[in-house]
């Protein structure tokens, strides 16, 4: 009897030990799988990470193919290059109707693995001119003598308006729309930057108001005359509304360098043949007019931005030269306004 339950006990217990070893068997494969699971999904991890990487090196491909001239602006144009001899495919797409360029880069790896980065840039300080319309009028004023306007300047123009006496010496593209004005974001600038002087309502600009920063905020409408006189490279005024640029007194004239943007319109007007010029990056959010009439030769240079951009110069010689000297003095405005992606998405596959 004693022999017979020894015997069902051992039994028992070399079922109860096989039992456990085949779940432990079990219990070890199901780890061997999650563990080979997780290499597999750290190895695409890691691609996928690599894959991004190499894309966003395609978007600086683009973005330095534009910077170097090599991109035709109003066109389209795809390139591959290799960067760590993977392929990568770099498109830049024509101007959206916001004047956004977009570069699509694109990297494939092993594994089937890929990535694709869409980053939309600004077509902002890029051109002599950028307008929606550019209209230029040489005939009138009290003389009654025509005058003439020479424009050395790239034009990204959709409409063009001359009268006769206007000759331009550079290219001039289409499919480039104005964008819109970020006035918040120089607001928000200005209200957190101490390098600003915040100005609360309309203003006569004085050099006093550039004493310790470079940079003014103007929460209304500006005067500029010939008082301004010299205020040192790179400066910038940023008014909510329209800023007129004239001399004070007839005759008077001046040239300063300065940055200007504004939400309204921005007026270079004569005063009885004077006349008062900004070199610099100019940028009116409704239109930038030059009102230069019977000043027998006039010299003006810079960038100019607006959906209008309206010059009168009837018996005057004009001539305006694409000119970004000034706005590069201020490489964190160039920055804000060139180099600065507003836009970045991710597609990965």
Known sequence: MMRRLLNEEGGNALVLVLGMMLLLAMMGQAAAGLAANELRMLGYRKEAMRARYLAEGGVELGRAAIHRGDYLPGTSMTMVSSIDDVPVDVQIASPDAWGGITIVAGAALERGVKQTLRA?????ARFGVLAHRLEVCTAGGQSGTPGSCLLVSSLAVEQLGTDAGVTIQGSHYRGFKVSCLEMDFFRRLANSDPGWRVVPGNARLEPAHFSGCQRVWVEGDVLIDESLGDIGPGRLLVATGSVTVAPSTA????????NVICSGDLLLAANQGGFVSLEGYLRAGRSLQVLAPDM????????????????????TTLVFREEGANLRADAQLLGWLADSLVGYVETPF
Do not use: F, H, N, Y
């Open 296 to 315: 027998q030769s006039l010299e003006l240079a810079g960038l100019w931005e607006s959906p209008l951009v309206r010059v009168e110069c009837p018996g």
């Open 251 to 258: 005759g008077g004239s001046g040239s300063t360098a300065l």
């Open 120 to 124: 939309r840039l600004d077509a902002r």
